[in-house]
């Protein structure tokens, strides 16, 4: 498991190191094209790149948008499209399961075209709220402008953190190191109850299947 999670680190950041700017727009694409990639990891790490001067402040925030824009609504084509067969394909895979779906569209029908905006401050729903709105069939125009508001707003916020860690890194250090090991068990524990609960979800799905 902890090899597992420094691969994925370490793809993570490689990308970004990599690739630059094109990076961070694919990771972030990728995030709202219902594939969970962490934004707190992208746009955090691009953040103390920032305070490294190895980007622009404003070039991360705008990229990191774009890509979320790019990757809703490649989410919400998919959806509008294939709707329900998408889903079952989509489904197949361990990391992606029936209830992340069905969580984003009962926020969807809470709260309509604007979770666009709102579901983007959200664990697994800003992942998968574009997909919802596609199914509806909601306003292409109206979708697209509340997601880049929201996606602009947690870009935002995630790079002036991750800027701030790195200007304050000599102050915070000390501190997370004293409690790298606890963080690394807490990290280590719930991705794998994550993976757990994907693969009992799946096991079901498969059981309950094969009865019908």
């Known amino acids: 498991m902890l090899n597992l999670l420094e691969i994925l680190s370490e793809f993570v950041l490689s990308v970004i190191k990599?690739?630059?700017?094109?990076?961070i727009f694919a990771l972030m694409a990728l995030e709202s094209a219902n594939i969970p990639i962490p934004s707190e990891v992208i746009m955090t790490f691009s953040g103390f790149l920032v305070s490294e001067k190895v980007f622009s402040f404003w070039s991360v925030v705008m990229w990191g948008t774009l890509g979320n824009?790019?990757?809703?609504?490649?989410?919400?084509?998919?959806?509008?499209k294939w709707r329900e067969e998408a889903?079952?394909?989509?489904?197949?895979?361990?990391?992606?399961?029936?209830?992340?779906?069905?969580?984003?569209?009962r926020w969807f029908k809470r709260f309509g075209t604007h979770s666009a905006f709102i579901g983007r401050f959200i664990p697994v729903i800003r992942t998968f709220i574009s997909f919802p709105a596609g199914m509806f069939r909601v306003n292409l125009l109206k979708f697209s402008i509340l997601t880049f508001i929201g996606s602009f707003v947690w870009s935002l916020f995630l790079t002036a953190i991750g800027r701030m860690l790195g200007e304050k890194w000599d102050v915070f250090g000390k501190y997370f190191e004293q409690f790298e090991y606890a963080i690394a068990a807490l990290i280590i524990i719930v991705v794998a109850w994550w993976i757990w609960k994907r693969y009992k979800e799946a096991k079901e799905s498969k059981a309950s299947s094969d009865t019908v």
């Open 69 to 80: 824009l790019a990757g809703s609504l490649i989410s919400y084509g998919i959806a509008y």
């Open 87 to 105: 889903i079952k394909i989509l489904t197949k895979t361990v990391i992606i399961s029936r209830k992340d779906f069905e969580s984003a569209e």
């Open 18 to 23: 990599d690739w630059g700017y094109g990076g």
